[in-house]
């Protein structure tokens, strides 16, 4: 089973703050990762796939990059709306997901 | 709008059987693999059962968790997908999401998931 680790776990930012989230693999997952956003009670969303293509409707102010391994997810500008976990997830070798970075309001 | 509902969740004892369903519009569903994916309280994402689509042969995989104690399925007609979880356990206490993926943008193996229902509940104790 691939492990997938993400640094930190939390993470105290104040809005308007540009935000970097990381997440290992313990093996390569070529670009296939993904990430989403959880706010407490609902369900996750789909942020990014592909390691660094927005899905429908996410604003350009969220960005992915990595290949392999390492990967990283950008907020360029954090608003009110962003505070939330967020998860990454491979889809390379079956489906793993990380153990999530919590975003919180310094 | 794309939308996806789960059911069917509640209280269970240890060792009895349950039925979640997954009820969606919106979309071709047929065009769609489904998923689930569980959460326990306070804790992060765990994924639980796939099927695929018509097209890739309606093939299902299981977490290794869960195999052979929960059997997911898909009734195209009536655009519902299903998770037949058997010999519950407590450690199977946990939100149960379904979630959609597009094939488009699949590995050969598995899919990124990008819509999601709000979850059922499932509690197992005695």
């Known amino acids: 089973e691939i492990v997938m680790t993400q640094s930190p776990a939390t993470l105290s930012v104040s809005p308007g703050e540009r935000v970097t989230l990381s997440c290992r693999a313990s093996?390569?997952?070529?670009?296939?990762l993904a990430w989403y956003q959880q706010k407490p009670g609902q369900a996750p969303s789909l942020l990014i796939y592909g390691a660094s293509t927005r899905a429908t409707g996410i604003p350009v102010r969220f960005s992915g990059s990595g290949s392999g391994t390492e990967f990283t997810l950008t907020i360029s500008s954090l608003q009110s709306e962003d505070f939330a976990v967020y998860y990454c997830q491979q889809y390379n070798d079956w489906t793993t997901f990380g153990q999530g970075t919590k975003v919180e309001i310094k | 709008e794309v939308q996806l509902v789960e059911s069917g969740g509640g209280l269970v004892q240890p060792g009895r059987s349950l039925r979640l369903s997954c009820i969606t519009s919106?979309?071709?569903?047929?065009?769609?693999?489904m998923s689930w994916v569980r959460q326990a309280p306070g804790k992060g994402l765990e994924w639980v059962s796939y099927i695929r689509a018509k097209a890739y042969g309606w093939t299902p995989d299981h977490a290794a968790s869960v195999k052979g104690r929960f059997t997911i399925s898909r009734d195209d007609s009536k655009s519902i997908a299903y998770l037949q979880m058997n010999s519950l356990r407590t450690e199977d206490t946990a939100v149960y999401f379904c979630a959609r993926s597009d094939h488009r943008y699949c590995s050969s193996i598995s899919c990124p998931l990008d819509y999601w229902g709000r979850g059922t509940p499932v509690t197992v104790s005695s």
């Open positions: 093996q390569s997952v070529n670009n296939n």
């Open positions: 919106g979309f071709t569903f047929g065009d769609y693999g």
